[in-house]
């Protein structure tokens, strides 16, 4: 036996498969190139495209090492020649000197004023695939710069990248500008015929610095799709998209990069603080540590313009009630105790600043991680902004003041978003990586709209180092911390759309008051009964002005003109101005009576969607629940015959039983279903609400084991007559909601739910964290939930019990008491009216 030692030899193919999966597009490579410049201390860098550039590439070597790399490219040629310049007649010798020419067009620069590489590091480092030497030796934070900047490239891959632009990729720098230029230049074609990556030609070199450079310049020669770089808007979509991977935001730009394209020249700070300013919203965010706990810091501003919309006829109506006769002081008064602001840490309503209403709130790291159902880590301290616009067409400001010049608006429709900045340049995510679209599914059209709000979060590479992005730049890897950073992310989310929607909706709240006020006892019978006297009236008045018209055309002549006549002229007259005296006084005006009418049409078309609607989803429940009792008696048949058989283990029949406990407890939520579908209403009947409780938690009792969560009912003796299936509605959502909140307890944790019946209705508890106090006031309100989209939240549920409730003539609401948290956590279900004997 004889030992041989062999050698791992990488494939030069593998760079090409590299490149292209690790770099999605053009701007990506670019911006690999740009981080680079930023790394290495540079002030800024200049992208420079060039189209027409027509030059030549020489290297020699021999005809062994060369010839075989002669393959052409996207505007790349390649010719041989000999030492002396002699075009080649035929192939040479293995060992024979040859020079390849390699002739292109097209160029694209990004050029920097940073420490530069020296010649050694370009060959020990540079030229070596996936060595970097600001990579991070521990788990901790990168080593800074001299300038204090944390690199952000770490993986040595970026230059991979630029493959996307062209075939050569050619560096050239300088350490100062009296040193020495060091180059490096090779062709990605050449990764195709080459067998392993040694192979591949590079050529090194040293040139004098007569030009006093200092700094890197990283070139493509050869560029792919030329004319698409010819294009007359490219300019523009290129400073576009790469200002979407580096900070737009002038207020967080830390590196000032230009774009030139031929002759023409932009910056990527697109986002001034002018164009900021004509925001109708805005909301900043500051994770920190206060007394070493981590806190979130919300703050959101509310401009005038948001609340004063001019856009259709009803909202100019209820502009001119709410703000026309006192500036909006009678609402900043309501504002100020609204029910909906009264969970916020502090809030300030001034009618007489531009901001009209300003709210902060505060919320603690512990409560926000709570509600991930993984594992969470704090990310690191960071800060966050939003901002929030309104088009011309979408509210008609003919000052432009809220929407800003068209040129503005595109920026903000391009660059729509909340992007992830690290050091002032974007982590790349793909789409609404936030979920504010889904806002706009869930119910309320007061939230965020993903077309109309520019945003940020500012990271670093120092303190949020935990967070690592993907080899393939596409957002972060998915640990600890990055859902950490998620579930601030989506809070900081969910309380700009909440402090927009609750401003709006006392808004809403207070016109109404204001309307009830104005329209006294009035009904819309009584408003079209007006309409209909009105309308007569007018019939009348049509025929006397008939009259009139024919007994003054008589008036003219000799013949008729007669005493008699003109006295029938000015009694017809008198008539006229009676009759219309009698229809207009103590009356309101058409237009108001039509206005009101068209309010309570469209108030009723609303009304009628939504029931289309739920009647849509109602016979979906009617399909589903027929389905599940299909498909539930063929797996209690299966399970019949599988206990029957021999040879059932004691495991197996363990199992066994509770798949046969899970089927009884889909079928009791279906049978919850059916009365409330059109046509199978149940009747109202007497039932004991002691033992329709401990029926329900015994149906739920295999899913409540498996989170741990134990239940005990006290108290007894009520028997009421009502809808069973509306108060089960009622339980199975107050239980729902507690297991949700008892699964976010840390293992091990006690977690239980408590219901006290006694002859007044039943208290239902539990020992999770409460209810936020952001949401005591309108917990019963339709769409309000503390629970994210992503977690299920829409905020019907609660709202839908107490209406159902309503239905029997009871009610659902939050008692006072408060737990260890000093918060409520009590809901008292009040079926004292259908009490049985009451």
């Known amino acids: 036996m004889t030992d041989e030692r062999g050698a791992l030899r990488v494939g030069a193919h593998v760079l090409v498969q590299l490149g292209s999966e690790l770099v999605t597009d053009v701007e990506q490579a670019l911006l690999e190139c740009v981080k680079n410049a930023y790394d290495a201390d540079s002030p800024g860098c200049r992208i420079k495209i060039q189209t027409e550039e027509r030059g030549h590439l020489e290297e020699s070597d021999s005809s062994e090492a060369l010839y075989k790399f002669r393959d052409p490219a ?14 080649l007649q035929r192939q040479p010798d293995p060992p024979a000197p040859i020079v390849r020419r390699i002739e292109y067009q097209g160029r694209i620069s990004i050029e920097d004023s940073g420490t530069g590489i020296s010649f050694e590091d370009l060959s020990r480092s540079w030229l070596v695939i996936s060595a970097s030497i600001k990579r991070s030796g521990n788990d901790g934070p990168k080593s800074k710069t001299v300038l204090g900047r944390t690199p952000l490239g770490d993986k040595g891959l970026g230059r991979l990248g630029t493959m996307k632009l062209g075939d050569i990729l050619l560096v050239e720098s300088a350490t100062s500008p009296s040193g020495e230029i060091a180059s490096a230049w ?15 030609p590079v050529k090194l070199s040293r040139t004098e610095n007569t030009t006093g450079f200092k700094g890197t310049r990283v070139s493509v020669l050869g560029l792919r799709d030329l004319e698409e770089w010819r294009r007359k808007d490219r300019l523009g979509e290129v400073t576009r998209s790469l200002a979407r991977l580096i900070s737009p935001f002038e207020a967080a730009s830390t590196f000032p990069v230009t774009v030139e394209l031929n002759e023409g020249e932009q910056s990527l700070a697109l986002v001034t603080e002018e164009l900021l300013a004509r925001a109708v919203a805005d909301f900043q965010f500051d994770w920190q540590n206060i007394d070493g706990k981590p806190v979130l810091i919300a703050k959101a501003r509310l401009h005038r313009r948001l609340l004063t919309s001019q856009r259709t006829r009803a909202l100019r109506e209820r502009t001119a009630r709410v703000f026309e006769e006192d500036g909006g002081r009678a609402f900043a008064e309501y504002l100020k105790s ?9 809030k300030t309503i001034d009618p007489q600043t531009p901001w009209f209403a300003e709210i902060e709130h505060i919320y603690k790291g512990s409560d926000l991680f709570s509600k991930s159902d993984h594992s969470t880590q704090n990310p690191g301290i960071f800060s966050g902004a939003f901002y929030f616009f309104h088009f011309v067409g979408d509210e008609e400001d003919q000052t432009g003041a809220a929407s800003g010049t068209g040129a503005n ?9 909340i992007a992830i900045l690290r050091d002032g340049f974007q982590v790349r995510n793909r789409g609404d990586w936030l979920g504010l679209s889904a806002g706009m599914t869930s119910g309320s059209t007061y939230n965020l709209r993903p077309e109309n709000t520019l945003g940020y979060f500012s990271l670093s590479g120092e303190r949020n180092y935990r967070l690592t992005e993907k080899s393939d730049r596409e957002g972060f890897v998915d640990n600890a911390a990055y859902r950490g950073f998620l579930a601030i992310a989506r809070t900081c989310r969910d309380f700009a759309n909440d402090a927009i929607v609750n401003v709006r909706r006392s808004l809403d709240e207070y016109d109404k008051e204001l309307k009830d006020a104005q329209r006294s006892t009035t009904s819309s019978d009584d408003d079209l009964s007006r309409v209909g006297s009105l309308a007569e009236a007018t019939t009348k008045l049509s025929e006397l002005i008939t009259s009139i018209a024919h007994e003054v055309s008589q008036l003219g002549s000799e013949k008729n003109d007669n005493e008699e006549r003109k006295n029938r002229v000015i009694a017809l007259t008198k008539n006229a101005e009676s009759l219309s005296s009698a229809a207009m006084s103590g009356a309101e005006s058409p237009e108001i009576l039509v206005g009101r009418i068209e309010r309570e049409l469209n108030e009723g078309r609303e009304r009628t969607i939504a029931l289309i609607e739920s009647a849509a989803a109602g016979l979906a429940s009617r399909g589903l629940t027929h ?9 209690r048949h299966r399970v019949t015959n599988i206990e029957r058989s021999a040879g059932v283990s004691r495991e197996v029949s363990a199992h066994l039983t509770a798949i046969r406990r899970s089927c009884n407890a ?12 059109p046509r199978v209403r149940e009747p109202k009947n007497s039932f004991s609400v002691d033992s329709v409780i401990r029926s329900y938690f015994e149906q ?3 899913i409540l084991s498996t989170v741990d969560i134990s239940v005990e009912v006290t108290g007894g003796d009520l028997v009421v007559r009502m809808s069973e299936s509306r108060l089960l509605q009622a339980i199975d959502n107050l239980t729902r909601n507690s297991i949700f909140w008892l699964s976010q307890l840390p293992k091990g944790r006690d977690r239980r739910i408590d219901v006290a019946v006694d002859q007044r209705g039943f208290i239902f508890s539990d020992n999770g964290p409460g209810i936020d106090p952001l949401v005591e006031e309108t917990l019963f309100d339709l769409f309000v939930t503390t629970r994210q989209h992503e977690q299920g939240g829409q905020g019907l549920g609660l709202f839908i019990s107490s209406e159902l409730l309503a239905l029997d003539g009871c009610s659902i609401s939050l008692l006072p008491d408060r737990n260890r948290n000093r918060r409520k956590y009590k809901f008292f279900i009040d079926l004292s009216v259908v009490r049985r004997g009451s």
């Open 338 to 346: 609204s029910r909906r602001l009264k969970g916020y840490a502090s």
């Open 74 to 87: 996207e505007n790349v040629t390649v010719r041989f020649v000999t030492e002396d310049g002699s075009p």
């Open 700 to 702: 739920r009792a295999g």
């Open 186 to 200: 090779f062709r990605w074609a050449d990764c195709e015929r080459a067998q392993t990556v040694d192979e591949i």
């Open 409 to 417: 608006l595109r920026i903000v429709r391009d660059l729509a978003g």
């Open 627 to 635: 389905e599940l009792r299909a498909h539930l008696a063929e797996i």
């Open 666 to 677: 889909i079928a009791q939520a279906a049978a919850q279903v059916d009365p409330l579908i």
